[in-house]
């Protein structure tokens, strides 16, 4: 199947929802969906699915090839979002985990979780139609013909929600996320789409959360600080890794090697004791090992969401808390979106 490969339109991260007043022609407002990104190529009889990183995710997903050559009614390119519901009606929410494990080499193992685990595309952009390509026409023209072509969709295809209406994405922000979601995007009506540019705009939550400082791993250079194990002490008392801290620059990455050196664990020899977190098909073959430190010493990081009992993303190094005991850093002090259904927020 030969097409075009599309480099897909990016965000960029902004603290607030943008005014549509400050946006020339307007903007319409979308939720931000947790997911994989999703370039769908469609010839009218072949499905590819591309990724953000241009690799195909076609053979991942039968599922959704049978479903986009059931229900599209002519040739196009969509860029949407590949999704796993999980939950009971009424309580269903996004589920990352799920998601992730559709990422599997075995044929037989994929076809299983096709049917265990069944995923869903929700579309928000039309990149070509019937053969003609709409990358330049403005993004308002592309969602109205985006809405035609997929008017009698059905799930596990979606269109996604919009709102001109700020409040309505405000409430977008502290509700949806309850269901699994990300935050807003807001899309300039007049813009054309920016391949691999960061044309749109994103908002998601910060927060903060003071965690003990568990380990570092070296830096990939093999000099300095690569990054930081964080932990939380749990309902019984122990101690959990939940993700790590990263993004230092060179000269910070040497200096915590130092400022870290009194924190260095050592057995009875002398030597310096070093763990391995555990590995996931994402780490394929990265070194896990790190060099354990005495749990005592607090830093306060940025998160934007937690996915189960970790941080959902690399975290953000802001500041340490010399003031906080490392046995007050529980769970407890994490904010918990409100429960929300993820039916409520797809169409």
Known sequence: ?????????????????????RVDGGVLYEPKWDGFRGIVY??????????????LLTRYFPELVEM????????????GEI??????????????????????PAASRIMKLAVETPASFVAFDLLSLDGTSLLDVPFGERRAALEKLLAAARAPLHLTQTTRDVAVATRWLAEFEGAGLDGVVTKPLTAPYGQGKRVMFKTKHDRTADAVLLGYRVHKSGAGVGSLLLGLYNADGELQNVGGASAFSDARRLELVDELAPLVRRDSAGDIVRGETERSRFSGSKDMTFVALE??????VKYDQMEGSRFRHTVQFFRWRPDRDA????????ERPIAYDLGDALV
């Open 42 to 55: 469609f010839d009218g009889t072949d499905v590819e699915i591309g990724s953000r990183g241009s690799k």
């Open 327 to 334: 046995r007050s850093c529980t769970f407890d002090q994490l």
């Open 1 to 21: 199947m030969e097409h075009p490969t599309i480099d897909p339109m990016l965000a960029k991260l902004t603290p607030a929802i943008p005014d549509p007043d």
């Open 68 to 79: 986009f050559i059931a229900q599209l009614t002519a040739p196009c390119i969509l860029d």
């Open 83 to 104: 999704v796993v519901r999980s939950g009971k009606p009424g309580a269903e929410r996004l589920d990352w985990e799920a998601l992730g494990q559709r990422i599997h």
């Open 295 to 300: 749990p005592t010493r607090v830093v306060e």
